[in-house]
């Protein structure tokens, strides 16, 4: 099958309007030169983009339908980051062969995760070589009003959402070949399946000051907070949220490990002014989506950790990709 072949079979259909979304915001999609969009009156467009390589980002033999959702979920991580409402998407595919069942299992599973998160595919690419996947997503947010990393300000707490650590625990039940049980599925599906908080973003954008999804780590992106802003920041590790599952798996210390430095949970790190932590607690109260304080920005630069009952300078270290 050609690429023009493969691109009509699997992925032309999901070209499809995704229930919620407007039609009206594509004139031109899949099958011309570029896609013809439109951003509505009074709607800044916010884009990313993020690649998946074989053996650097996923083990070889990882299963079509779980690399979709871990491709779509990652990148959509950056518009909730936003406090953006996803729309459009276009994908690039690089693929050792046109191996239609490889691809039958992928477009089947991305065609699930885009009704999911409501987004549009409108253009993309394929070709061969090594099994690399690129995703560019685009979202909206009202005009001025994007979630930016460089807005925190002296004295705001230091939220995170959900839970930290169950995706590098997954990857560690996959590295040391775990036998399944409810922990190591649980787990594997927060490895494979990241949940973008979307509803989260949207909600905490009228009070936060700053937000960033955790794709490198909790102590390596609140690195890039405190460089944008230029501010410190001090982090409690007894104050991280963790799973049951993860608690059940390892030992406390190296769950609280890596929950600061694991990285690829793609929760939201955000901080929120003192003065507006009592009204977004009232707005949380009905959302199904946990956050908890893990510490402060402060004055004094750099990252401290609390141990031994005294704060401690401690390097940011996150995945570092070269």
Known sequence: MDE?????RYFQPLQQPRQGTAEESVSVGIGDDCAVLNVPEGRQLVVSIDTLVEGTHFLADTP??????????????????????????????????????WVSAFSAALSEATQLYRIRLVGGDTTR??????????????????????NAQIGDL?????????????????????????VVEYLRQR?????????????ISAYASACIDISDGLLGDIQHIMDQSEVG????????????????????????????????????CFTVP????????????????????????????????????EWCAVAANGYKHF
């Not at 997503?137 to 930016?148: C, E, I, P, Y």
């Open 64 to 101: 079509p339908e779980q690399l979709a959702w871990r491709l779509l979920g990652a990148c959509v991580s950056d518009l909730a980051a936003m406090g953006a409402t996803p729309s459009w998407l276009t994908l690039a595919l690089t693929l050792p062969h046109a191996d239609e069942a």
């Open 129 to 150: 070589g090594p099994l690399t996947l690129t995703a560019q997503v685009h979202g909206f947010v009202k005009t001025d009003t994007a979630l930016l990393r460089s």
């Open 274 to 309: 003192p003065e507006q932590w009592l009204s977004l607690q009232a707005h949380l109260q009905n959302h199904d989506v946990q956050v908890t304080p893990v510490g402060a920005i402060c004055e004094a630069k750099g990252l401290q950790l609390f141990s031994q009952g």
């Open 233 to 268: 920041a001090q982090i409690n590790p007894e104050a991280l949220p963790l799973s049951a599952e993860i608690q059940h798996f390892t030992d406390d210390k190296t769950a609280r490990e890596w929950a600061l430095s694991g990285g690829e949970d793609f929760e939201l």
């Open 191 to 203: 490895f494979y399946r990241p949940q973008p908080r979307i509803s989260t973003g949207q909600l």
């Open 4 to 8: 023009f072949a493969l691109i009509r």
């Open 158 to 182: 230091i939220c995170v959402t959900g839970t930290l650590g169950d995706s590098r625990a997954g990857l560690e039940t996959l590295l040391t070949k775990s036998s399944s049980n409810t």
